[in-house]
């Protein structure tokens, strides 16, 4: 696999098409960087606490799902940009049965969702630190994922930007590799514009069946159950917000 140059001691930034031999669109986001914040005191000792046992950095091991949540044969969805995991802590009680793994570049907002796994005893909780994609390549394997959920990712609404959106056809792609057949993909998106953008590629990978919104044979749960702080802000400005469904074939 081919990558660029190494930065600060994390993994170089995959190089999509000469990975994957094709040439198709990919997020182009430059080097692998972390997004700083701030943890209370409280904060830090609690997710030193619990790190080593529910997170793990970008790296280029793959993941043993079946050690890490210390049971067998379960299903296992990754949520890609879980900010402060909200959402990802509303739905895991209902979903106890599931393997939840939340993948996010900011810390804080890591410790948030911990504290609130922590709290409220959510034991099918785990978190990647990095960047989606990046985790997606390096760190799971072909066909392992039951369902992979993309909530209200940067809409990079800049014109200019564009190409730094994360649902892309090179994306889709990848994302469609690492599903199992009949696994599903969750996309929620209230920018209009990205919407639009996401209209466009809903039958752009072939290995993907579009299956529209609502799903009612759906495998998985879609019901969010709360209004995240994004959704908020959403339906404070009157935005629609849009869902998309596909299964693998």
């Known amino acids: 696999m081919n990558n660029t140059e190494n930065i600060s001691g994390r993994p170089p930034q995959t190089n999509f098409n000469e990975a ?8 182009r986001l ?24 529910m997170g793990k950095e970008l790296g280029d091991e793959l993941i043993d799902v079946d050690a890490w949540f210390g049971r067998a ?8 940009g879980s900010g402060t995991g909200t959402s990802t802590a509303a739905m895991a009680p209902l979903e106890a049965d599931t393997n939840i793994i939340a993948v996010e570049l900011y810390k804080p907002g890591l410790a948030k969702l911990m504290g609130q796994a922590v709290r409220n005893g959510l034991d099918n909780i785990r978190m990647v630190r990095g960047d989606g994609v990046e985790v997606m ?17 940067d809409p990079w609404p800049k014109a200019r930007h564009n ?15 690492r599903l199992k057949k009949g696994g599903v993909l969750h996309v929620a998106t209230d920018h209009a514009d990205y919407a639009e953008w996401i209209n466009e590629l809903v039958e752009v990978e072939p290995s993907l ?10 495998p998985q749960l879609t019901d969010r159950q709360v209004i995240t702080k994004f959704e908020g802000k959403g339906l404070d400005k009157d935005h ?4 998309y469904l596909w299964e693998k074939k």
């Open 20 to 27: 994957f031999n094709n040439d198709l669109d990919y997020p």
């Open 30 to 53: 430059g080097n692998v960087t972390f997004r700083r914040g701030t943890l209370t005191d409280n904060q830090e000792a609690m997710f030193n606490e619990n790190w080593p046992q």
């Open 209 to 218: 069946e579009y299956k529209g919104w609502p799903w009612d044979g759906c």
């Open 163 to 177: 190409k730094r959106r994360i649902i892309q056809s090179g994306t889709l792609n990848l994302f469609a590799s």
């Open 240 to 243: 629609v917000i849009t869902e």
């Open 73 to 80: 044969g379960h299903t296992t969805i990754v949520e890609i």
């Open 137 to 153: 390549v390096r760190m799971f394997e072909p066909e392992s994922l039951d369902g992979i959920r993309v909530f209200f990712p």
